[in-house]
């Protein structure tokens, strides 16, 4: 069965532009969460969506955003990027909410967003 | 909070040896505890987990982990290295009720001839 899809893989943009980036967890799951990657903070917690609810948010600011459709797809967006936004940003499914426990993520490739 | 730490930033082996990492977390009842390897430019992908009954658990790719609740570790083992396994590791703590994974800042792990 496919895994988790995100696109694009790789993304550059200039400061104070904006982004989307899209996940498509495995079918049948209905929890996607969205993780942070850089060198210097390791992976920490955007936000959570289950059932097009955002269950829980990370520690960000409020240019970072998200949303789940209906058939479970998620889309996250950076407004006016800065260029600490530059990262992997990694999306997780899994078939229940509460960070998959129980369940363990499956985590897609991610996107490579770099900001100039 | 709950929190990781991954005390090794860096870990070289030789092939063939054996390998211990080392994770610690801070959680005030029992958690859930999870393994995850990343290959470079690649996602995470499980490698085992761990959420009550036997300590000693067994993984993908030849990897085992053993939860020592005294110590508040969940260490992750393997009895012979093997190049292919070169990659950083991230062992990631969880509980129930509404909050998501948190993860260790991670150990790479180098494989030498």
């Known amino acids: 069965k496919a895994g988790v899809t995100q696109t694009p893989r790789y993304l550059i943009k200039t400061r104070g532009q904006q982004v989307t980036l899209s996940c498509s967890p495995i079918?049948?799951?209905?929890?996607v969460s969205w993780y942070q990657q850089t060198p210097g903070q390791g992976l920490q917690f955007l936000f959570e969506y289950f059932s097009e609810t955002q269950r829980n948010k990370g520690n960000f600011p409020g240019r970072f955003s998200g949303r789940q459709f209906s058939n479970s797809r998620s889309e996250m967006n950076v407004s006016t990027l800065e260029l600490g936004d530059s990262a992997l940003y990694l999306c997780?499914?899994?078939?229940?909410?509460?960070?998959?426990?129980?369940?363990?993520?499956?985590f897609g490739s991610g996107t490579r967003l770099t900001v100039v | 909070a709950q929190s990781v730490t991954q005390p090794d930033i860096h870990i070289t082996v030789s092939e063939g040896a054996s390998l211990e990492l080392r994770c610690n977390y801070s959680?005030?009842?029992?958690?859930?505890l999870f393994w995850y390897v990343q290959s470079p430019g690649q996602g995470l992908q499980l490698l085992l987990k761990?959420?009550?009954?036997?300590?000693l658990v067994q993984g993908i790719k030849g990897f085992e982990a053993e939860f020592k609740r005294s110590q508040s570790s969940f260490n992750l083992r393997k009895p012979s290295v093997h190049w292919s396994d070169a990659a950083e590791y991230f062992c990631a703590v969880g509980r129930s009720g509404n909050t998501p994974l948190v993860f260790g800042k991670g150990t790479r792990l180098s494989v030498i001839a």
């Open positions: 761990y959420f009550s009954g036997d300590t």
């Open positions: 959680y005030g009842a029992t958690p859930y």
């Open positions: 079918s049948g799951h209905r929890s």
């Open positions: 997780a499914s899994s078939p229940g909410p509460s960070g998959g426990l129980g369940y363990g993520y499956t």
